[in-house]
């Protein structure tokens, strides 16, 4: 996109390490979203922008991530969830809707499993880690497959955001996105969860998508045709309804 759409932006620091906030819309029912590994909110911006007619939309950015500075340390999957659920204690949200992608999606798990009283529904776009391919060499060419299948303009975004990000804080953080276990963390969730793919996603297939579902307690699931991983950047209308709960099939 050729303009931010963002109307507010803060810093937010939590047990020391800073995470950003960039808000848009004012409605009443409140959308967090949580972006995935090496990116930032920039891939949100025109599902964002969707959801911002009816919705008040909060993107948080990680430590890390987008300009974010990286911690010293590593941090892991669930100590992400944990500063994520940190940060919508302070923004104040209430049932809100909680939208992660990618690794956000493990991160959005485990802001729901350390707040649930502040989250209404969990939307997992895109949800990893395949159980059947935890491993760098092919978590990469599947990244690598998926680069094919994107849009340039999704692809300049991704690409720029991991050279913001810097390859050292990425390589610190995918380990623990691969030990992190999905499957083992939305059983322990009650609120509503709908888990979203692109149909041509080879990052997360949708036996896997299956398999995932069958674990939680109240799950649908949904597809966006013709779409790869970064589904919600050229196809935010359908992304948006899934986020609103307008558009699911029943798996359970």
């Not at 939309?57 to 100590?79: N, Y």
């Amino acid at each position: 996109m050729s303009r931010s759409i963002w109307e507010h932006s803060q810093t937010v620091v939590v047990d020391g390490v800073s995470c950003s906030v960039r808000t848009v819309g004012a409605g009443d029912r409140e959308v967090v979203l949580i972006h995935g590994i090496g990116v930032s909110a920039r891939y949100f911006e025109p599902v964002a922008e969707r959801l911002a007619r009816t919705c008040t939309v909060h993107a948080i950015e990680l430590p890390g991530f987008g300009a974010m500075p990286a911690p010293r340390r590593r941090l892991t999957v669930k100590e992400f969830g944990g500063i994520a659920a940190a940060v919508m204690r302070i923004l104040g949200v209430r049932d809100a809707v909680v939208v992660g992608h990618s690794m956000g999606s493990q991160v959005a798990a485990e802001a729901v499993r350390a707040a649930p009283e502040l989250v209404g529904r969990l939307v997992l776009l895109a949800p990893t880690i395949n159980d059947r391919e935890r491993t760098v060499a092919t978590q990469m060419m599947r990244l690598a497959q998926d680069t094919l299948r994107e849009s340039p303009v999704a692809n300049y975004i991704v690409i720029s955001d991991y050279f913001r990000a810097g390859m050292r804080w990425y390589l610190k953080t995918l380990p623990s996105m691969l030990e992190h276990r999905l499957e083992e963390a939305l059983p322990d969730i009650t609120c509503p969860v709908i888990l979203v793919r692109g149909s041509r996603d080879p990052i997360v297939p949708s036996d896997w998508l299956a398999r995932l579902a069958a674990t939680g307690q109240v799950v649908t699931t949904g597809e966006i045709q013709g779409e790869p991983h970064v589904m919600m950047y050229r196809s935010p209308e359908p992304t948006a309804r899934f986020c609103l709960g307008e558009t699911s099939r029943v798996t359970r």
